[in-house]
């Protein structure tokens, strides 16, 4: 059974750093694009960042330059280190993963928190 679960997020102030980290089990998934999204109160879920299985990475406008996706294949976990976070960052954070084939993200994780104060 695949499951994704995504650790790290928490409050903070404006201005702060935070590292999200989702670990996936139940098969490798080396050869998979990893991503993260995001949902805001109110708000439809938006995409934030994937990196593909060679490590190319893509980013949202609005996170590009603050916000870097990475990712540890021996250790099925995909990163997200947040800097200069901003109080419109404030939004549950999903981690999700596909297979390269598809633009469908097939498996998502529960999501975890950030919130950003100003």
């Known amino acids: 059974q695949v499951q994704l679960v995504e650790s790290g997020g928490g409050l903070v102030q404006a201005g702060d750093s935070l590292r999200l980290s989702c670990v996936a089990s139940g098969r490798t998934f080396s050869s998979y694009v990893m991503g993260w999204f995001r949902q805001a109160p109110g708000k439809e879920r938006e995409w934030v960042a994937h990196?593909?299985?060679?490590?190319?990475?893509y980013y949202a406008n609005s996170v590009k330059d603050r916000f870097a996706i990475s990712r540890d294949n021996a250790k099925n976990t995909v990163y997200l280190q947040m800097n200069s976070l901003k109080p419109e960052d404030t939004a549950v954070y999903y981690c999700?993963?596909?297979?390269?084939?598809?633009?469908?993200?097939?498996?998502w994780g529960q999501g975890t928190q950030v919130t950003v104060s100003s």
């Open positions: 999700a993963v596909r297979d390269v084939s598809t633009s469908t993200y097939n498996y």
């Open positions: 990196i593909s299985s060679g490590g190319s990475t």
